[in-house]
């Protein structure tokens, strides 16, 4: 079964840091990154990295606060947010794309207070 578990938000001040990991279940895939969706707005697509060559894409709102990372064996990926800013607070989740399809994660909920 595939499975995706994301952690790591919590209530942190502007300017703070905190690193969402989300673990990987034993399956494929080619793709993975972090999205987020603030109420009443459209889904964003934040970071996300290639297994295939490491390539790594960042939104332009975190371009340069986040980092993404992944462990050797593929079974994690990381998201390294520093600086961050009151409109950072949302609700992030996880996704891989396989072969088979794509598979979200549940949420793992930031807050930046001001």
């Known amino acids: 079964e595939v499975q995706l578990q994301a952690s790591g938000g919590g209530l942190v001040q502007a300017g703070g840091s905190l690193r969402l990991s989300c673990s990987v279940s034993d399956f494929d895939y080619y793709n993975i990154g972090w999205f987020r969706q603030a109420p009443g707005k459209e889904r964003e697509g934040v970071s996300c990295?290639?297994?295939?060559?490491?390539?790594?894409y960042y939104s332009d709102s975190v371009k340069g606060r986040f980092t993404i990372s992944s462990d050797n064996a593929k079974t994690a990926v990381y998201l390294q947010m520093n600086r961050l800013k009151p409109e950072d607070t949302t609700v992030y989740y996880c996704?891989?794309?396989?072969?088979?399809?794509?598979?979200w994660g549940q949420g793992t909920q930031v807050t930046v207070s001001s």
């Open positions: 996704k891989a794309d396989s072969d088979s399809g794509s598979y």
């Open positions: 990295i290639s297994t295939a060559d490491d390539s790594t």
